[in-house]
């Protein structure tokens, strides 16, 4: 079994809003990884987990707060968004440090900032 | 720096019409090379994984083959469901980081 399951599946949002997206995976992975995607674009990674440790991608805006509760579970808080985050945002998982690793992703959650 | 180039950016095929999708890398230490495939608006679907020039994996239709400079993605007698956008990524160094190409949108016409 490879699934990574998202929740929600779409997501509409004012800039003032506080919300949560959610991911969860059962394959035992011990690296956990936000991404966005903007149409037309490929993944841009956000956040990695591994071993419950937090890497930042320095480029990515504070109102994102990445939650890691234990190693199956992945949580992306929102608040005080722009119209300019509206994009599918995608989460992976993969076994750990060891490389080469495979990322599976899970199917994504619509974002939309009005 | 580390980079990823996809070749074509789209490609129209007809039914049966066999071609190769084109996937061209620098990296420091590749340590593995990735194909996959992405239906719009949903999450990318993991096809092959490739570790070493030589190497050549096969999944119904789609065969990937690794050179030290570049993968081809070969579809054989495509059919419409194979429509998709097709990603290549390289993982290289010790992060573990993936490096995205733009992709390959492939449409297949009856």
């Known amino acids: 079994d490879t699934e990574v399951t998202q929740t929600p599946k779409h997501l509409v949002m004012g800039m003032t809003n506080k919300k949560s997206l959610k991911c969860e995976q059962h394959?035992?992975?011990?690296?956990m990884y936000w991404y966005k995607q903007k149409a037309k674009k490929p993944p841009e990674l956000m956040f990695v987990?591994?071993?419950?440790?937090?890497?930042i991608n320095e480029s990515v805006p504070s109102r994102f707060s990445p939650e890691c509760p234990n190693s199956s579970l992945l949580n992306l808080h929102l608040h005080a968004l722009q119209p300019e985050d509206s994009a599918l945002y995608l989460c992976?998982?993969?076994?750990?440090?060891?490389?080469?690793?495979?990322?599976?992703f899970g199917p994504g959650t619509r974002l939309t900032v009005l | 720096e580390d980079q990823v180039t996809q070749s074509p950016e789209a490609l129209r095929l007809q039914e049966g019409e066999s071609s190769s999708l084109n996937c061209s890398y620098t990296?420091?230490?590749?340590?593995?090379l990735f194909w996959y495939r992405q239906d719009p608006g949903k999450g990318p679907e993991f096809l092959f994984t490739?570790?070493?020039a030589g190497e050549e994996k096969e999944k119904e239709r789609l065969k990937a083959t690794l050179t030290k400079k570049e993968s081809f993605l070969h579809i054989t007698a495509p059919k419409p469901e194979d429509s998709a956008t097709y990603l290549c990524?390289?993982?290289?160094?010790?992060?573990?980081?993936?490096?995205f190409g733009k992709g390959t949108k492939l449409s297949v016409k009856p």
């Open positions: 490739l570790y070493s």
């Open positions: 987990y591994s071993y419950e440790k937090l890497s």
């Open positions: 990524a390289v993982q290289g160094g010790s992060q573990g980081n993936l490096i």
């Open positions: 394959m035992g992975h011990r690296a």
């Open positions: 992976a998982s993969s076994q750990g440090r060891q490389l080469p690793n495979t990322q599976y």
């Open positions: 990296v420091s230490g590749l340590r593995g």
